[in-house]
């Protein structure tokens, strides 16, 4: 989704007729643009001022979809299915080097669309990765099975494709040490199309050679949905 | 007063329609707690943002439906103060993850609470100006849109009372509303509440091959 399709999601969220898969959307643009974001918040500080403090019902039931896509699978787990990762765990597993993104580009193939990651059924699931230097600027991107060549002082950004939602990690894979996400072993992502992820990381002593990332899609039960590599090289 | 017995027995099921009614009967309530709990300061502060605010309501509910918390839950205290307390611990583990990723220094942390400080005067500053906004759209109105929006946000009824009330369907009063919206859209926009704010984002088109 780019501005100009979320401004309209939202005026129509707003006048109450934004569908909940277009909210999820919308949801997804917000954690990566601040524009939106203030444009998004104003218009639910008017919101709160008609609903006295609470949240439209259109606003609500959104969000119950949202709550409840992610709840269905846990409230009835497969008989024998490995429980979910405890918090303090996921809190200890902090990735020291990913900090609260400032910028994600969101890029969306045109003539060159060679994106074919690995998955089930003829599945598309993946990730790519994009390296941002300092003034914003993209200067490179890797494919799922490329290569990011991605300099000190730059960031490094990542967009995931999913046909469902799932469970997501990204991670190096020499040491485990996370891109994504900042908390815990992995975390809820919803359906969609190269989803901006809300995290960079800057790239720096950690990256002194080529060094494998994977990203990894799992269930609710723990079973990999897929995989997608890349390399990340200074 | 306490849950009926049956309604608790399928929450503590697991039962996907006992997690909708649960969540439709207590959001709104929640949301009004975790906002005013915003506005008091504190480690709800982050909950000034409209998307903290809807994050953060996704996530309590949905650590209340963990199997564990659904055990948990006697059905007799206040489910909101039980959802309160989640809402604490939550907000609390997001605050130290926040620092603890950004690597916030004691004196960013001064910064951040002089900030915080000038966010009270400007929040207050920007609900005034929407009260006001809103109080001259109101006063424009003709007499049916004026009823619907006083039912509706004045009165603060659901769209199924206020149908109820105008003689229509909530179907009809639905459209109704959305035609509202609309022009009340249009006229934040006409009165620049809207339009100070850049579309320009981070949209990207990838240059060259």
Request: glycine share 10%.
């Amino acid at each position: 989704m780019n501005c100009e399709a979320a401004r309209g999601a939202m005026e129509r969220q707003f006048a109450g007729e934004l569908a909940p898969e277009a909210h999820a959307e919308l949801r997804a643009h917000l954690e990566t643009c601040p524009s939106c974001r203030e444009f998004y918040e104003r218009l639910a500080r008017v919101d709160a001022a008609l609903e006295r403090g609470g949240l439209s019902e259109q606003r609500l039931e959104a969000l119950e979809g949202r709550l409840l896509s992610r709840v269905a699978p846990a409230s009835a787990p497969a008989a024998g299915a490995p429980s979910k990762p405890k918090r303090a765990a996921w809190v200890a597993a902090l990735a020291a080097v990913v900090v609260l993104a400032v910028a994600v580009p969101l890029w969306r193939a045109t003539r060159d669309d060679t994106f074919t990651p690995r998955g089930q059924g003829g599945e598309t699931w993946g990730v790519r990765a994009f390296c941002v230097a300092a003034g914003k600027q993209v200067t490179a991107e890797a494919l799922p099975g490329g290569t990011l060549r991605c300099a000190q002082g730059s960031t490094v950004q990542f967009t995931y494709t999913a046909p469902r939602g799932a469970l997501l990690s990204i991670a190096l894979e020499s040491t485990g040490q996370r891109f994504f996400p900042s908390e815990g072993a992995q975390a809820e992502v919803e359906a969609g199309t190269d989803v901006a992820l809300p995290l960079s990381t800057p790239i720096g002593e950690w990256l002194k050679g080529p060094q494998r990332v994977t990203a990894r899609f799992t269930d609710s039960a723990g079973g990999t949905l897929a995989e997608s590599t890349l390399t990340l090289t200074p | 007063m306490g849950w009926d017995r049956a309604l608790l027995q399928r929450f503590r099921d697991g039962d996907a329609g006992a997690l909708a009614e649960v969540y439709r009967q207590h959001a709104g309530a929640l949301t009004r707690m975790l906002r005013a709990a915003a506005h008091r300061g504190q480690s709800f502060a982050a909950l000034r943002s409209a998307v903290e605010l809807e994050n953060a309501l996704v996530e309590v509910f949905s650590r209340a439906f963990e199997p564990r918390a659904r055990q948990v839950y006697d059905g007799e205290r206040p489910f909101e103060h039980f959802l309160m307390g989640i809402a604490r611990n939550y907000l609390l583990e997001l605050g130290r993850n926040r620092e603890h990723a950004v690597g916030l220094e004691l004196a960013e942390e001064v910064d951040l609470a002089l900030s915080l400080e000038r966010g009270d005067v400007h929040e207050e500053l920007e609900d005034r100006e929407v009260a006001e906004l809103l109080r001259t759209f109101r006063a424009a109105l003709g007499d049916d849109e004026g009823r619907l929006f006083d039912l509706r946000y004045v009165e603060g009824l659901a769209q199924a009372t206020a149908a109820e009330r105008l003689g229509q369907t909530r179907i009809q009063l639905r459209r109704r509303e959305h035609k509202l919206r609309l022009r009340l859209l249009e006229y934040l926009q006409v009165h620049g509440y809207l339009g100070a704010v850049s579309a320009s984002g981070w949209s990207f088109v990838k240059e060259g091959t």
